[in-house]
């Protein structure tokens, strides 16, 4: 139980173009779903935290308008990178907690979107 | 602030235990945890600690924490080629309780030998 999917697992694109990445939690309800980055051979960093039907919650010196979060249901949430750039290419992993549980000390993460923009 | 600290490599033989050692900043933190990452991989959660434990053992895995020096080890017996992977220690601040956020560290590339 508690698998969390992403799709697509790899995408190319053109600069200027935007790209959506889903995040889906397939066996249980998420009220919250994180976004991170990560750079090769660095830490994971929060970008954003995602609660389903209320506006994301983004860290500081995140731009919201060019990364745009949707979290319109309990079982997803989407990542939007808008006019994507060549530095916005970089590993995105997303993450979600099952906050039904009493314990819910746990967040799930996703296998993780390599975005590559040329 | 809230940091944690991570060494970047380690590199051990087949059949060795391996320790990976971490630091971390928030005393509040209420949970710690080791999450592995393969290569183009998510994150698996291998093991967590609860801030009122001194030790957890969970088959080849052992966790220490030192509340006082908020030094935290993860202790790998027998490594396997397989366990070869980046390692990363993460703090749960109790600010961010309710929301979940975690504060991870740069991760430590472990690398086993045959």
């Known amino acids: 139980g508690a698998v969390v999917s992403q799709h697509p697992s790899w995408v190319i694109c053109k600069s200027g173009t935007s790209v959506k990445i889903e995040c889906r939690s397939l066996?249980?309800?998420?009220?919250?779903m994180f976004w991170y980055r990560q750079f090769p051979k660095q830490s994971l960093m929060l970008m954003a935290t995602?609660?389903?039907?209320?506006?994301?919650?983004?860290e500081q010196g995140v731009e919201k308008d060019k990364f745009l979060i949707n979290h319109a249901s309990l079982t997803l949430s989407t990542l939007t990178v808008t006019s994507a750039h060549p530095e916005d290419s970089s590993f995105y992993i997303c993450?979600?907690?099952?906050?039904?549980?009493?314990?819910?000390?746990?967040?799930?993460f996703g296998p993780g979107t390599r975005l590559t923009v040329t | 602030g809230e940091d944690v600290e991570q060494s970047l490599f380690l590199s051990v033989r087949e059949g060795d235990s391996s320790v990976i050692n971490c630091t971390y900043t928030?005393?509040?933190?209420?949970?710690l945890y080791w999450y592995k990452q393969e290569p183009g991989a998510g994150l698996q959660l291998l093991t967590y600690?609860?801030?009122?434990?001194d030790m957890k053992q969970d088959q080849r895995l052992t966790v220490l924490l030192n509340k006082k020096d908020k030094h935290l080890s993860l202790r790998i017996a027998d490594t396997q080629t397989g366990d070869s992977a980046i390692y990363f220690c993460?703090?749960?601040?109790?600010?961010?309780?309710?929301?979940?956020?975690?504060?991870f560290g740069q991760g430590t590339e472990l690398s086993v030998k045959p």
């Open positions: 993460a703090e749960s601040p109790m600010i961010y309780n309710q929301g979940g956020k975690l504060i």
């Open positions: 066996d249980f309800q998420a009220t919250t």
């Open positions: 928030d005393s509040s933190s209420t949970y």
């Open positions: 993450s979600a907690r099952d906050n039904f549980r009493t314990s819910s000390y746990e967040q799930y």
């Open positions: 995602s609660n389903e039907g209320s506006k994301a919650t983004y």
């Open positions: 600690i609860f801030s009122n434990m």
